[in-house]
């Protein structure tokens, strides 16, 4: 039996090449999606492998996985810092602090940092 070059799937349309003794799908990453995921795109990853597999599969075969991933990541980016301004405005943690006291600043800043990270991680993250 003489074996094709290649082959064209008809149920899926995925055209298969033959390497040695096997065919091997021809895939490749859709254009301009080669977006840099940051660290909330990246944990998000890790969550739905985990705990979301069939999403994580979904999203993997039709090639939509980075540009997904990178939406999550400019989500939480943009959400994070809008949650940071206004603590820190409800809070009263000011310039004026930060000139007088830059010890009680940073403290207090990082306590923001932190409260928002928990809530960007509870908001988009781990859902």
């Not at 990541?73 to 007088?100: P, R």
Request: charged share 30%; aromatic share 10%; net charge neutral.
């Amino acid at each position: 039996m003489e074996l094709k070059n290649e082959y064209v799937d008809e149920r899926t349309g995925i055209t298969y090449t033959l390497k040695g003794d096997y065919y091997f799908p021809n895939l490749t990453i859709p254009k301009d999606t080669n977006f840099t995921i940051g660290r909330y795109g990246k944990a998000h990853l890790r969550y739905i492998e985990k705990h979301n597999i069939p999403l994580c599969t979904e999203l993997r075969l039709d090639g939509k996985l980075n540009t997904y991933l990178h939406s999550i990541d400019e989500k939480c980016n943009s959400l994070l810092a809008s949650i940071i301004t206004k603590l820190a405005k409800n809070e009263n943690v000011t310039e004026e602090l930060k000139a007088s006291n830059q010890l009680e600043w940073v403290a207090r800043m990082n306590n923001i940092k932190a409260r928002a990270e928990e809530i960007v991680y509870n908001e988009y993250v781990y859902n």
